[in-house]
């Protein structure tokens, strides 16, 4: 099968960003994000409007969810440590490598028992031109519990007050620390500050979750093997509250990204370096 050209671009671009260190810059094709304004995003779903399209929009995905697995668009092969959730009676934060559009359902799938168990709701903050996309995803983007980063000041202080609320009453939010997403890319990046800031913040733990990768004998439609995915939950990291802030963040960060690093190299069997 021939590879998509548009494909084979995109790693390019991942190749040459790696080489700059631009591990935070986007490599896909998205048209410029319009920047919401505050009165278009209901972050808390205090509407009746708003809670019955997430309720819909809940109940479409997970039979999309289903319809993935069904056809092995998307293989869950195994996952690890989920008993590291067990005691965590408080709210947290969810850290995830961002590798295709479809890993945020690889969480939802192995979280639903936990999350039917535990009667949490799971929250993912996606960035902000997601939010104006059109079609299913579009409506998926709107309204499975997602909170939208935007550029606009105002937005961004509903936005913070949002994830303020969701942690001190108790449920997930999951944060994609590297920022951009680098299309099946299985190395960690360095992390931005967001989620261990939110964490330390509001005293809530993170679980860090690595997904790391293995061919498949299938094939995407644009002519590359699909990956199976092992879910790696790892120990719950708690913020120092003997520290400042800054200080408790850049700790949590530097603890997350060697943890991850550790999954790395035992899967891989290769210590985990970047191309110069």
């Known amino acids: 099968m021939e590879k998509s050209k548009e494909r084979l671009e995109v790693l390019n671009r991942i190749n040459e960003f790696e080489k700059e260190k631009k591990f935070d810059i986007d490599v896909e ?9 505050a009165n278009e995003v209901e972050y808390l779903n205090k509407k009746l ?3 019955i399209n997430t309720k819909i929009a809940n109940y479409i995905a997970r039979k999309f969810i289903d319809k993935l697995i069904k056809n092995e668009n998307m293989i869950i092969k195994e996952v690890l440590g989920l008993d590291n959730l067990s005691n965590l009676d408080t709210g947290f934060i969810i850290t995830c490598n961002h590798f295709n559009p479809y890993d945020n359902f690889a969480l939802h799938e192995v979280l639903k028992t936990y999350l039917k168990k535990t009667k949490k709701r799971f929250y993912k903050v996606i960035k902000e031109g997601n939010y104006s996309f059109k079609g ?10 997602t909170l939208p980063l935007s550029s606009n000041y105002n937005t961004m202080k509903n936005f913070n007050h949002a994830i303020d609320t969701i942690l ?3 449920d997930i939010v999951l944060i994609y620390p590297e920022q951009a997403m680098w299309w099946n890319y299985r190395k960690p990046r360095p992390l931005k500050a967001g989620a ?9 733990p993170i679980v860090p979750c690595f997904i790391t990768m293995s061919d498949s004998t299938n094939y995407d439609k644009d002519g590359f093997k699909i ?5 790696n939950f790892l120990k719950p990291i708690f913020p120092d509250t003997s520290l400042n802030l ?3 963040s850049e700790k949590l960060s530097i603890q997350n990204y060697q943890m991850w690093k550790e999954v790395y190299e035992e ?5 985990l370096t970047y191309e110069e």
Request: net charge positive.
């Open 267 to 271: 899967t891989y069997k290769i210590p």
């Open 49 to 51: 409007t708003s809670k």
């Open 168 to 170: 001190k009453r108790g």
């Open 196 to 204: 261990f800031r939110y964490a330390s913040k509001t005293n809530v």
């Open 136 to 145: 299913l995803y579009g409506y998926f983007f709107r309204h499975c519990n």
């Open 227 to 231: 990956q199976e995915y092992t879910v």
């Open 29 to 37: 094709n998205d048209l410029p994000a319009k920047p919401l304004e």
């Open 246 to 248: 800054k200080d408790s």
